[in-house]
């Protein structure tokens, strides 16, 4: 279970804490060692503060992805039973670990001539500034800087994204006074 609670969700007892973020971990942790904190049994510690959503590996962004493993979570069984004794047996056959290495997979240039990819990189980087750098995911790519790049790589539209809106644009336009020419946005008549 890679979200908060989701571990602690299999225990047989009701005496379990599941914390998450770092700062949160480290007062945690500190309660513990001046005994301000009693009577749990288990403890759920994430280091991200969503537990694994948005983490490495993961493609969606955070709040996506946590709302996919709660609803795929939410199918299972309430208490899914863990046999030690099998689980034991499986680590030491190292059927738990990961075997070989993991290979990134190469980036894919914007463009294979070099003068529309850096015409390409001009574009993806004007947008990014105009995004909200929310990584909300809506779009339907996993953070805001995936989705400028696929803008100027013309895999996707940019109005695709949900706060990105001539009218938004040209009043971000007026107020810093930038050039956003390279980006062809319509002017909006009121």
Not at 113 to 128: E, G, H
């Amino acid at each position: 279970m890679g979200y908060i609670g989701g571990f602690a969700r299999m225990l047989e007892n009701e005496r379990w804490l599941s914390i998450a973020g770092l700062s949160n971990l480290v007062k945690l942790f500190q309660d513990i060692e001046t005994g301000k904190l009693r009577g749990v049994e288990f403890i759920e510690c994430w280091s991200s503060p969503l537990g694994c959503c948005g983490g490495s590996l993961t493609v969606d962004g955070s709040y996506l992805t946590r709302g996919k493993i709660i609803e795929l979570s939410n199918r299972l069984p309430q208490r899914l039973r863990i046999d030690i004794e099998d689980a034991k047996k499986r680590y030491e056959e190292g059927s738990l670990s990961l075997q070989g290495k993991l290979l990134p997979r190469p980036l894919k240039p914007l463009d294979t001539n070099i003068l529309k990819a850096v015409k390409k990189m001009k574009i993806r980087d004007n947008l990014l500034e105009l995004l909200p750098k929310l990584d909300c995911g809506l779009c339907g790519c996993p953070s805001c800087a995936i989705f400028a790049e696929e803008v100027a790589s013309g895999q996707e539209d940019k109005e695709s994204c949900i706060f990105y809106t001539s009218q938004r644009i040209n009043k971000l336009k007026n107020l810093y006074n930038i050039d956003l020419s390279s980006l062809n946005i319509e002017e909006e008549n009121d």
